[in-house]
């Protein structure tokens, strides 16, 4: 992977920030008044399949919309940005304000319990998974970690056997995965004291970030695609 050595300091620091965000997010879901995941679609696949088998109709139109509403926000974030390569000029700024716009549009919506929330929650999600994904080439994702996890156990495993192990994807799995853990620790931190608000700090977080990264494309010269080709 030797687009990820090129990495500019700026991207490191980005991605654990937005995992940061994802984690805080998906805790707010769990602590909220539907206990679930607005991240994680594995789970939320197996609770609309235990649905259906069930024959609960309702909870599996349910989840079948949550799913729907990531999936919806990954179009948005492909439509947005395009482009695989990561670069200075690509409309990452865009899609950041887009997401915060849908994490505040669900704050008043799940201070009622209302799950248009959830499906607003999940989309902005879905957005940002999307944005990272895209850049990345699917090798860093930062609304869940199970693939993470799974790198840590084959390269312990190769460094058991004496092979040699990618020490950068190493850091970017203790990356993601920490910051995603901390984001979880600071909303159960937050929830307590104010509820399904807890989501406005993820939304100003990204809108920050997104207005910061339009100021600093606008007087840095474009840069070099570092992507994956």
Request: proline share 4%; aromatic share 10%.
């Amino acid at each position: 992977m030797p687009w990820l050595r090129r990495l500019p300091r700026w991207a490191w620091y980005g991605t654990g920030v937005l995992a940061f965000i994802a984690g805080l997010v998906n805790a707010a879901g769990y602590l909220g008044f539907r206990h679930q995941s607005l991240s994680n679609m594995t789970g939320n696949d197996s609770l609309l399949g235990l649905a259906l088998g069930q024959g609960h109709g309702g909870e599996a139109l349910h989840w079948a919309l949550t799913i729907v509403a990531f999936v919806a926000g990954a179009v948005l974030s492909g439509a947005i940005v395009q482009k695989s390569t990561l670069k200075l000029g690509r409309r990452y700024g865009v899609a950041l304000v887009l997401e915060s716009i849908l994490l505040f549009a669900s704050v008043p919506l799940l201070d009622t319990s209302n799950v248009i929330g959830l499906y607003l929650a999940s989309m902005a999600v879905g957005l940002q998974n999307g944005m990272v994904t895209t850049y990345s080439g699917t090798l860093i994702r930062t609304t869940h970690v199970t693939g993470f996890f799974t790198d840590l156990g084959v390269y312990i495993g190769h460094y058991l056997r004496g092979l040699p192990v990618d020490t950068l994807r190493m850091r970017v799995t203790v990356l993601v995965a920490s910051s995603f853990m901390l984001g979880s620790a600071a909303g159960a931190v937050l929830f307590p004291f104010m509820g399904e608000r807890t989501l406005l700090i993820p939304a100003i977080l990204t809108g920050t970030c997104g207005l910061g990264y339009g100021l600093y494309r606008q007087y840095s010269r474009p840069g070099t695609p570092v992507g994956p080709k």
